[in-house]
Every structure is written in structure tokens, then in C-alpha cells.
């Protein structure tokens, strides 16, 4: 077969084609295919029908859809304007009520978060408060201290030049000479002499004058204080400077066995000025530059 004869016949067969598909369309708009009156229907039902009917129905058929939806649309908007007239006023907003709706989870955990820290922080601040309150019966400043044995005071003293310092009761240990104890026991107190007569008496650090810490001078063998010059001999009776007094004193407490503890907790006033019970001077030069009195 040609090129030509097949061409020929594809377009036949295109042709053909087409005119089955356009008498298939024109068969379904055909308002007489099924369904339709036959003439003679329609002449019966005109007779049965009055005029007004059939003008009607004339209208009706000449309505289209888009006149349908307007006159929907406006029959809405008529409604709304009416329901809008009948409830103008507004109505003020109220919030809903927390305890109606209940609690969200991110609520509950930020009220638990806050109140257990509330908590927390009240506790620390109540048992502060009860701390710095109740008394401290034993093991630092303002209680008892205990420091060790008669017999390891007095070694340290002498290890430590004449001076034997205990920093948990911020005092000073030396020694205190037998033959002083006479001028002593018309001077001190009793809680004081029970130190001295065992040959210890305790200093507090503080200085009378304006209460700096008051170290020992190895050389004098005083305490000098660098703040102002105040000199105390070795037992803290005042020897010169701008102080108003001698070094003021805890007692110490020796139990039988002859374990010492500082009661901190009372402080002895030191002794007045003029007061110099073992009489020592100093014993080489001064470590501050205070005159001596
Ligand atoms: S504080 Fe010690 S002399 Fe002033």
C-alpha cells in the first residue's frame, strides 16, 4: 500500500470518527430524546392547562441561573439586615473563669515551680534565722573551744617563742609566772585566776583601743598592735599607746584530767591602765613605734 493510500485512509477513518462523536453530542442535547412529550402530549396538556400556567411556565423557562443565585443572595442579605436590626447591642466580653475551665498542664508546673521554690527559700531563711539565733554551745567563737592538754599548751608556748595563738577562739596563750599570782589574785576575777594559777592566761586577739588583731612581738616579747601603737606586756596588761586599758580575757576552763578549753562566750574587760602585775619590761626592741609608759 502507498504512502498516499494510507494517508487517504487515516483521514477517512478520522472523519469518520469525528462524525460518530458529533452525532453522539447532538443526541444527548436533544430535549426530544428521551423523556420528551411527543406533539400530541403536549397538545393534550396545553387543552388541560389555563393561560396564566402556561405563562408561567413560559417565564420560568426563560429564567436562567444566574437570576436564580441573585435573587437567593438577595433574599440572605434582607435576613442579616433584619437579624442585625433586631440585636444591635454589643455585649461586653467576660473572661472566661480559671477555676471553670481548669488547670493546664503549663499552669500546674509553674505554680509547682513557684511554690516549691517559695518553699525552699523559706526554709533556708527560717533555719538561718534559728541558727544565727540559738546559742553555740561548743566548737567555734562565742562557745567553748576546746584546745588540748595543760601540758601541750605549755610546749607550745614555748615553741612558739613565749606566744601560743588559737585561731577558732581568736585569742593568744602565755604563760603566767607563779611568783605574779599574789599582785593577780587581788586584781582578777576568779573565772580568770583558774588559768593563771595554773600558770596559762588567755588573751582575746582584739585590741581595746579600736579592735584590731594584736600580734605578738618575738623580739620585746609584747604585744604591739600596728593599728596605733598600743603595747601590752606579755600577760596583756597595758604598757602604752592610745589604748583604755589591758587586753581583755576569756577564761579558760581545766578539767581534772587536765583538758583546756576557751569559754568564748564571756569576756573579761581587761585590767585597768597602771596595772602590771609581773612587772616585765620589754626584752629587746619594739616592733611597732609606740613609747613605751
Ligand atoms: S586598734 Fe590597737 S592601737 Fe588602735
Redesign the pocket.
Known sequence: MSTAAVIALAIGVVVVLGAISFATLARKSDVRGAGALSSEAVKRDKAGRSAADVEAEAAASTRTGADAEAEGVQARSKELVQVGAEDSTLIPWTPPDPEAIGVSRRQFFNRATVTLMSAGIASFAAASFVAFLWPSGTGGFGGSVAVGKLDAIKAGIKQGGGFFYVPEAKSWITAYPVEALPAARTIYTDNILVGMEAGIVVLSQK??????R?PECKTSQWFE??????QYNRVGEKKG???PRGMDRFPAVISPTGDVSIDTGTNVTGPAIGVNTTGQEAEGPHCTGGDEH
Open positions: 585590741c581595746p583601743h579600736l579592735g584590731c594584736v598592735c600596728q593599728c596605733h601603737g598600743s599607746g592610745p589604748a
